[in-house]
T-cell receptor, first 114, second 112 residues
Framework: ETGVTQSPTHLIKTRGQQVTLRCSSQ?????VSWYQQALGQGPQFIFQ???????GRGNFPPRFSGLQFPNYSSELNVNALELDDSALYLC?????????????FGPGTRLRVL | DAKTTQPNSMESNEEEPVHLPCNHS???????IHWYRQLPSQGPEYVIH???SNVNNRMASLAIAEDRKSSTLILHRATLRDAAVYYC?????????????FGAGTRLFVKA
């Protein structure tokens, strides 16, 4: 069983740039969620994708957008980067979009915005 | 949105039980309560979850108050490998779609 993988592991960008982060879900999982974890804080829910559509979103502005592909992998895109976007971005997958379903998390992508 | 409140840190001795509390007084009737833990430089790892009844698995037990406004994660015998940040999480679906609310987490220190 292949777990959740994310790429890249680390990334440095400058303010105003755009970034794309990638996630491959665990085999057999069709639902992907993205989280932002600032240093020393708990993860914050960005959004969830199921069947290539967003089916849930946290309190993040529209410059945070995503995609899910037919193979259930996913991308997180962030436009017009701000310094406060510096964080660990976590991807999690599950076998269905249900509130009682457990999630498998990837190791995260560490983004630094200068 | 519902919110969870956890103590910042707790300390335990190895081989002793640990009770990690979580307050979620604004929980909705359909929120599931999940617990995950996170080791340094890793993504969170599933521990246990439940809706209304107490739950047991090989890692831990989850005790849910009758009014569901609080829950307690119980590690029966703490080991050094259990030192981590433990998150109490609510997951639900409303008219806006799926929602997941993480608490700030409790950092558990385990002494040998």
């Amino acid at each position: 069983e292949t777990g959740v993988t994310q790429s890249p592991t680390h990334l440095i960008k400058t303010r105003g740039q755009q970034v794309t982060l990638r996630c491959s879900s665990q085999s057999g999982h069709n639902t992907v969620s993205w989280y932002q974890q600032a240093l020393g804080q708990g993860p914050q829910f960005i959004f969830q994708y199921y069947r290539e559509e967003e089916n849930g979103r946290g309190n993040f502005p529209p410059r945070f957008s995503g995609l899910q592909f037919p193979n259930y992998s996913s991308e997180l895109n962030v436009n017009a980067l701000e310094l406060d976007d510096s964080a660990l971005y976590l991807c999690a997958s599950s076998s269905r979009p249900w509130r009682g379903e457990t999630q498998s998390f990837g190791p995260g992508t560490r983004l630094r915005v200068l | 949105d519902a919110k969870t409140t956890q103590p910042n840190s707790m300390e335990s001795n190895e081989e002793e039980p640990v009770h990690l509390p979580c307050n979620h007084s604004t929980i909705s009737g359909t929120d599931y309560i999940h617990w995950y833990r996170q080791l340094p430089s890793q993504g969170p790892e599933y521990v246990i979850h439940g809706l209304t009844s107490n739950v047991n698995n090989r890692m831990a037990s989850l005790a849910i108050a009758e009014d569901r406004k609080s829950s307690t994660l119980i590690l029966h015998r703490a080991t050094l490998r259990d030192a981590a940040v433990y998150y109490c999480i609510l997951r639900d679906v409303d008219t806006g779609g799926f929602k997941t609310i993480f608490g700030a987490g409790t950092r558990l220190f385990v002494k040998a």
